[in-house]
């Protein structure tokens, strides 16, 4: 039976009653931050839903997390916590009960249309790392850059390959991004070239929010994962190739990177996912015991990604992919994080890596769909793309699709704006 809330919520919306997604918002541009969740085309504020008294379970009763300015505090009280939180705002959202739908007053202080609010980042992020988790897209790169004897290097199928991101740089989506300037390979006998990037790219990514996180110095056991990583937003990590391949040897991706990374501002919970759980790829060969999972799993959650050029008013797909497709899984990634001691904390922000599937339409950046600009996308409005031009426009979005109503991710914007002279 598909729950019903007493908001009028379209069937194509992405925040259903289901979803319930956790953000942080301003009313209006003098007022502070809160934190919220998205229900249809409202938000609703949940320091007026706690200031009223209604969060009155055991482990949320006498907690200050929804008076905060980030959702640091709520994401570290950890699973339990959440879950009550989310029993308690869908029952308040629901149809057949009258404590929010029958008091005027208590809506009007706790509702805002979301066309009229100003949406932040989610939480303060204090650290972030990028995973390289699709095997596809593994595969891909290592036929462009080395050829297609031994493009996955035998290392990748034993541990879920990272490097640490620059966490000052990751940005709300509809945030401009101004094309890097940098270094790439010489021509010839001449110096290195620096100057604007000529291969500016997206990533379609997904990112992982760290709730409790862990001590230093104890590694999180893999059947225990799953309830320190609160949810995922969608994740747009651009990338200078011709930067990052000019300075990626001998210790990995720099400022070909991190110049900007796109996040969306809502988190969808592993519990409003849990619907459309389905089965990871199978690992060959078998992962070492301290990343075996009893049951390896991902999420049914259909991407796609859209380029908007300047002067057209809409996007063209370019590409259509799934969270399914990732090798690693997130439990993976997080235990193999802190497998050395490392410790995460709350708030803390785990790329997936980009996400491409096993077609030429499922592939999740410019660098593979044009195999490295040899083979130009022709884009549905006519203009054609090696890498992003000045003026584009990159639009990823996610859903999972229910019976009758749809847990979405909302979308991940972002606009190339000209290099600095």
């Known amino acids: 039976?598909?729950?019903?809330?007493?908001?009028?919520?379209?069937?194509?919306?992405?925040?259903?009653?289901?979803?319930?997604?956790?953000?942080?918002?301003?009313?209006?541009?003098?007022?502070?931050?809160?934190?919220?969740?998205?229900?249809?085309?409202?938000?609703?504020?949940?320091?007026?839903?706690?200031?009223?008294?209604?969060?009155?379970?055991?482990?949320?009763?006498?907690?200050?997390?929804?008076?905060?300015?980030?959702?640091?505090?709520?994401?570290?009280?950890?699973?339990?916590?959440?879950?009550?939180?989310?029993?308690?705002?869908?029952?308040?959202?629901?149809?057949d009960e009258p404590t929010l739908r029958d008091n005027a007053s208590l809506r009007e202080r706790s509702l805002f249309s979301m066309d009229q609010v100003e949406l932040l980042l989610p939480a303060a992020i204090g650290d972030y790392t990028d995973f390289f988790s699709s095997m596809h897209h593994a595969k891909n790169c290592g036929t462009i850059f080395r050829g297609p004897e031994n493009p996955i290097p035998v290392n990748w199928f034993h541990l879920p390959i990272a490097y640490h991101g620059r966490a000052s740089s990751i940005l709300l989506s509809g945030t401009d991004i101004i094309r890097p300037r940098g270094q790439s390979f010489p021509v010839g006998n001449s110096p290195p070239y620096f100057g604007p990037s000529l291969k500016l790219d997206f990533e379609l990514e997904m990112a992982a929010i760290v709730g409790p996180g862990n001590e230093l110095g104890k590694p999180?056991?893999?059947?225990?994962a799953e309830d320190l990583i609160f949810g995922l937003v969608l994740m747009n990590d651009w990338s200078a190739r011709d930067i990052q391949a000019w300075e990626y040897q001998p210790l990995g991706p720099f400022l070909g990177k991190s110049f900007g990374t796109t996040i969306s501002p809502w988190i969808v919970t592993l519990e409003a996912l849990e619907p459309f759980a389905?089965?990871?790829?199978?690992?060959?060969?078998?992962?070492?015991?301290?990343?075996?999972?009893?049951?390896?799993?991902?999420?049914?959650?259909?991407?796609?990604?859209?380029?908007?050029?300047?002067?057209?008013?809409?996007?063209?797909?370019?590409?259509?992919?799934?969270?399914?497709?990732?090798?690693?899984?997130?439990?993976?990634?997080?235990?193999?994080?802190?497998?050395?001691?490392?410790?995460?904390?709350?708030?803390?922000?785990?790329?997936?890596?980009?996400?491409?599937?096993?077609?030429r339409e499922s592939l999740g950046c410019l660098l593979e769909l044009t195999w490295n600009g040899q083979k130009p996308l022709s884009l549905q409005n006519g203009a054609v793309r090696k890498f992003l031009e000045d003026e584009d426009e990159v639009i990823i979005s996610g859903c999972c699709q229910g019976n009758g109503y749809k847990v979405g991710f909302g979308t991940c914007t972002g606009r190339i704006l000209p290099a600095l002279l």
């Not at 300015?69 to 879950?83: D, H, I, V």
């Open 1 to 95: 039976m598909t729950l019903k809330s007493f908001i009028d919520v379209h069937p194509d919306s992405h925040f259903s009653l289901q979803n319930l997604p956790y953000g942080v918002f301003k009313p209006g541009k003098e007022q502070k931050a809160r934190i919220g969740v998205a229900i249809g085309e409202y938000v609703l504020d949940l320091s007026a839903i706690a200031g009223a008294g209604l969060f009155n379970e055991p482990l949320l009763k006498d907690s200050e997390c929804f008076f905060q300015n980030s959702l640091n505090m709520f994401l570290a009280l950890g699973r339990p916590a959440w879950k009550e939180a989310r029993a308690t705002i869908q029952r308040l959202l629901s149809a």
């Open 220 to 224: 999180v056991d893999i059947d225990k």
């Open 278 to 359: 389905c089965d990871a790829p199978k690992q060959e060969p078998h992962p070492l015991p301290y990343l075996t999972e009893k049951k390896s799993k991902n999420y049914d959650i259909a991407l796609e990604v859209q380029i908007k050029p300047t002067g057209h008013k809409e996007g063209s797909v370019v590409t259509k992919s799934n969270f399914k497709y990732l090798y690693w899984t997130l439990p993976q990634q997080l235990v193999h994080h802190t497998s050395n001691g490392c410790n995460l904390r709350p708030g803390d922000l785990l790329g997936t890596g980009t996400i491409s599937g096993p077609d």
